[in-house]
């Protein structure tokens, strides 16, 4: 269920990269991609793709930018307490409840449009607040349910967000194309409501209060944790870790990650429309490629990675150190490559999969090192941590869309935007091998405050 966790988490906050362009209409009358311009000769009209006879707004970049930042806003708001509130209340109700929330915001999010942008943009918010409460939740959920040494494949399981993407993106494509965009939002609160419905019979805050795990899997979990997570609630001590040197490297590869991430989320479906000239059922198919390549690699990573661990071939933190090759350095590389693709659709389409392919390690460099450095606080400090980086998804948009503009959507400006994606994937993959660790931080030590009654001096 953590994978439908992130799965639907993702679909409701991949969606409008999608619907935004099929809302607006993929091109505008007269214009021609600019990797098209040569083979179109004498073009003073393209057609509209989602268009077709329902209302479509006319948009500028600058409301799109604001559009798709609005989940971002909101998003940010929630990560930190997210954390704490599942550790004090469990993560069972902060992921059902916000999930059954956003879906029906999710559903109304056509009515809003019809009053504007801005009704768009608050709404986006609300998701977005909404959907801060998941991921540090998952973690909780995490710390608590997987032995020390299938962490990896546990994860792993986070990654169901690239699946979702996937799906969002093909889904949403060829519904909106078909239907109409409103039917893009629609489709999506149906699967958010079956996915409700299941964590709500399946899924239990820890192993003890669950109806579908054995007693003697209890023990092997319980016996797994060596005393390192705790039963005892406590807050998080957050002045201790916002003066963790290893808390902030590990915030570092965050930030690049999620540069790269929200890169290929909220910018590639229009670079792919709007730049190279695929339609929006095209674009929208090619831009979930690249998570399916993720998913498919996290796991293959996932469990190459606890492989390692387990033949004790190097250790945690030089294990975490050796896969930031992967997740950083190949996927900067392959962002610095676009530049020299060109046009070649082939190529672009390429380097974009192979990006995210080598991004899901992840899953076995810095994404798991909240729960090397504090099990007993893994959702408070993945809260801090992906609250920093979920600022690249205020930051993209905003830049991207500038960019854009001034240069009138051609490669050039592409070329900009990826380069930068690229040189914060490095910067961050870097932090982290220079200051990272796994090393479990003496701030996760919870201490008893009163002696447990007939334990003696033991």
């Not at 993929?26 to 989602?50: H, Y």
């Not at 986006?124 to 998941?134: D, H, K, P, S, T």
């Not at 032995?147 to 990896?152: R, T």
């Not at 250790?315 to 610095?336: D, W, Y």
Request: aromatic share 14%; proline share 4%.
């Amino acid at each position: 269920m953590i994978f439908f966790t992130t799965f639907t988490n993702y679909m409701l906050r991949s969606n409008i990269s999608v619907s935004v362009v099929a809302m607006v209409g993929t091109r505008k009358s007269g214009f021609v991609p600019p990797c098209k311009r040569d083979q179109i000769k004498n073009t003073t009209e393209n057609k509209t793709s989602a268009g077709g006879k329902e209302r479509t707004f006319d948009w500028n970049e600058d409301r799109i930018g604001w559009i798709l930042t609005g989940y971002f806003w909101g998003y940010m708001v929630t990560l930190v307490p997210a954390g704490l509130l599942s550790e004090l209340i469990g993560p069972w109700h902060v992921i059902l409840w916000s999930s059954l929330a956003s879906g029906v915001l999710t559903g109304l999010t056509p009515l809003f449009a019809e009053g504007g942008y801005i009704g768009v943009v608050i709404s986006r918010v609300f998701i977005g607040m909404l959907g801060g409460l998941a991921y540090p939740a998952a973690h909780v959920l995490i710390a608590k349910w997987a032995p020390p040494h299938e962490k990896g494949k546990f994860v792993a399981a986070m990654l169901g967000n690239t699946i979702g993407t996937m799906v969002t993106f093909n889904l949403v494509g060829w519904v909106s194309d078909a239907w109409g965009w409103q039917w893009g939002f629609y489709v999506l609160v149906i699967l958010m409501a079956a996915f409700c419905l299941g964590f709500f019979f399946v899924v239990a805050d820890t192993p003890e209060k669950s109806r579908c795990t054995s007693q003697e899997e209890r023990d092997y979990i319980q016996e797994s944790h060596h005393g390192s997570v705790s039963k005892k609630k406590a807050v998080a001590p957050y002045l201790k870790i916002l003066t963790s040197i290893p808390f902030w490297a590990v915030c570092a590869a965050q930030f690049g990650n999620l540069w790269g991430l929200n890169l290929i989320l909220t910018y590639t479906p229009k670079y792919l429309s709007e730049t190279i000239g695929f339609n929006l059922k095209e674009s929208a198919g090619l831009a979930s490629l690249p998570y399916l390549a993720r998913m498919t690699a996290s796991g293959m990573f996932g469990i190459l990675g606890d492989w390692m661990l387990k033949k004790e071939i190097m250790s945690v933190t030089r294990l975490r150190k050796f896969f930031i090759i992967f997740s950083h350095f190949i996927p900067a590389a392959c962002l610095f490559m676009i530049r020299v693709a060109g046009c070649n659709q082939v190529g672009v389409v390429a380097l974009l999969i192979l990006c995210q392919f080598f991004n899901g390690a992840v899953v076995v460099s810095h994404f798991i090192n909240p729960q090397d450095l504090a099990p007993n606080f893994a959702g408070s400090v993945f809260g801090v941590m992906n609250f920093i980086g979920m600022t690249t998804g205020i930051f993209v948009p905003k830049i991207t869309g500038a960019i854009t503009t001034h240069y009138n959507k051609n490669l050039a400006g592409a070329t900009i935007i990826y380069t930068i994606g690229g040189s914060v994937y490095f910067c961050g993959g870097l932090l982290f091998i220079i200051f990272g660790t796994a090393k479990t931080q003496p701030w996760n030590e919870i201490k008893e405050t009163e002696p447990e009654p007939n334990q003696g001096n033991k």
